[in-house]
């Protein structure tokens, strides 16, 4: 499959957000299946990452953190504990252009942090987010409230879908992209959007877990 992009615009096919009923059926009945089995079955998992986060960090787990999710309507999802406070003494050390946050070295991430940020297990947490349906398993990176602030109506197109666990950029090597990339990623898996091209992102996720690609930590992914 031709992962390449152009470096020219691109804009939201309308077509390729409304309507197609049996589309968004189908995957709305995915996510929830295998959101569900996902949840079960990875449940030892998440208690065994839990011991060592609390072991190693002596406080609470996750916590609660605002996302803003399609048409741009507020959800919450689980982020590191104080994370969000310590951003704001860290934007000065911010790697990349625009309205998204990465660093190389970042000083929130305790060595448990940094295995399960390699190996995406990160993002395991999203999954009640993909089971109550506010967040798709495959969609663009849900931003935070200040960075959507930032967007101009070219980057609010990306906003036109549900965000999702993980997405054309991050299950490939441009994860290292920056926010213009990004956006244009997001804007190119929206238009080539379908069943098929979704179960492409998840397979390749699951490779990003077992063989990480070294690329950029981004702490607000």
């Known amino acids: 499959m031709d992962m390449g992009y152009s470096s020219s615009?691109?804009?939201?096919?309308?077509?390729?957000?409304?309507?197609?009923p049996l589309y968004h059926g189908i995957k709305r009945i995915f996510d929830f299946l295998a959101s569900s089995v996902a949840l079960i079955l990875l449940s030892p998992l998440f208690l065994l990452l839990a011991i060592k986060i609390h072991s190693e960090d002596g406080g609470p787990v996750f916590y609660s953190q605002i996302r803003i999710g399609k048409d741009e309507k507020p959800f919450r999802r689980s982020m590191v504990v104080n994370?969000?406070?310590?951003?704001?003494?860290?934007?000065?050390?911010?790697?990349?252009?625009?309205?998204?946050?990465?660093?190389?070295?970042?000083?929130r991430i305790t060595k448990i942090?940094?295995?399960?940020?390699?190996?995406?297990?990160?993002?395991?947490?999203?999954?009640?987010?993909?089971?109550?349906?506010?967040?798709?398993l495959v969609g663009p990176r849900p931003p935070l409230p200040n960075e959507v602030e930032q967007y101009t109506?070219?980057?609010?197109?990306?906003?036109?879908?549900?965000?999702?666990?993980?997405?054309?950029?991050?299950?490939?090597?441009?994860?290292?992209?920056?926010?213009?990339?990004m956006v244009?990623?997001?804007?190119?898996?929206?238009n080539r959007s379908g069943v098929f091209f979704d179960l492409w992102i998840i397979f390749k996720t699951i490779g990003v877990i077992f063989h990480p690609n070294g690329m950029y930590e981004e702490n607000n992914h």
């Open 9 to 20: 615009p691109a804009y939201v096919k309308q077509s390729k957000v409304k309507g197609r």
């Open 83 to 107: 994370a969000e406070k310590l951003e704001k003494d860290l934007l000065e050390q911010n790697e990349v252009e625009g309205a998204m946050f990465k660093m190389h070295d970042d000083p």
């Open 113 to 136: 942090g940094k295995f399960i940020r390699a190996h995406s297990l990160d993002e395991l947490p999203q999954l009640w987010n993909v089971l109550i349906g506010n967040m798709s």
């Open 153 to 181: 109506d070219y980057d609010k197109q990306r906003l036109l879908v549900k965000p999702g666990c993980s997405g054309l950029w991050q299950a490939t090597s441009r994860n290292a992209a920056d926010f213009a990339e």
């Open 184 to 190: 244009q990623l997001d804007i190119e898996y929206i």
